[in-house]
Nanobody, 123 residues
Framework: QVQLVESGGGLVQPGGTLRLSCEAS????????MGWFRQAPGKEREFVAA????????GHRDHLEGRVTVSRDIAKNTIRLQMTRMTPEDTAVYVC????????????????WGQGTQVTVSS
């Protein structure tokens, strides 16, 4: 069973940049596509961005265009999320997940999940 461990997060200043990492215990067909989701209090979980381990597939939520960058480090089995111009509306638990479906954006398509990390945007 693939395990995912997120790091980063915490308190981010408004206008600042968020940097998160997710380390996978292994790369396999079950987590060929690695994504980030977030869930704010009282809201549904939403897709943020994703990337395949081979780098050929990437995706992000439309309204995050220009703010979000997702990358991968094969040598460290790690994917990273960078999000700029953070606002209080970005406050949420950010979760890393793995899917066997390249291009997956629905949480139901992801079968491996990390524990999540709280991100709070506040001055």
């Amino acid at each position: 069973q693939v395990q995912l461990v997120e790091s980063g997060g915490g308190l981010v200043q408004p206008g600042g940049t968020l940097r998160l990492s997710c380390e996978a215990s292994e790369r396999s067909t079950s987590n060929a596509y690695m994504g980030w989701f977030r869930q704010a209090p009282g809201k549904e979980r939403e897709f943020v961005a994703a990337i395949s381990w081979n780098g050929q597939y990437t995706g992000h939520r439309d309204h995050l265009e220009g703010r979000v960058t997702v990358s991968r480090d094969i040598a460290k089995n790690t994917i990273r999320l960078q999000m700029t111009r953070m606002t209080p509306e970005d406050t949420a638990v950010y979760v890393c997940a793995g899917s066997s479906v390249l291009g997956a954006t629905a949480s139901s398509q992801y079968n491996v999940w990390g524990q999540g990390t709280q991100v709070t945007v506040s001055s």
